[in-house]
């Protein structure tokens, strides 16, 4: 996942790179090209939304889907904590997922507003409201 951000491949050598450290490109030229490294389009690419909805929903690990929003992350073992605060149809969810045991997913364990769920999809709540969600890996 780190090896595709901008920052990362601009910081490799960012003269033939060549474009915005925060830009996604539409490509970056492989090496059978003669401008290898380089990176062309950016700003014209929907790389970035692409990234985001990664990183949202297939690391941090919230999916919203039409039965509810499942929760699977897939972290590096070394994370101990992190929350996700996201509006999904209307409704504020505070995600606080913790890790201690250095597990790297996707079993858990979800607390709903105070209330054990014995499922990995939490069901939508009302637009308007705010959801406390506690996960914790297992």
Do not use: M
């Not at 033939?16 to 700003?43: D, Q």
């Not at 996700?84 to 606080?96: D, S």
């Amino acid at each position: 996942f780190n090896q595709i951000q901008p920052n990362v491949r601009s910081s490799i050598e960012a003269d033939v790179y060549g474009r915005e450290p925060y830009a996604f490109a539409s490509w970056v030229y492989a090496p059978e090209n003669g401008n290898y490294g380089k990176a062309s389009l950016t700003h014209l690419t929907g790389g970035a939304s692409w990234t985001y909805r990664a990183a949202t929903e297939f690391l941090l690990g919230v999916q919203p889907q039409v039965d509810g929003i499942h929760i699977a992350p897939c972290i590096p073992a070394d994370w101990k904590e992190y929350s996700v605060k996201r509006q999904i149809a209307g409704a504020t969810y505070n995600f606080r997922f913790t890790n201690p045991d250095a597990k790297t997913g996707p079993a858990v364990r979800i607390t709903l507003n105070g209330n054990a769920l014995d499922s990995n999809i939490i069901p939508y709540a009302e637009s308007g409201s705010e959801v406390n969600v506690d996960i914790i890996l297992k």
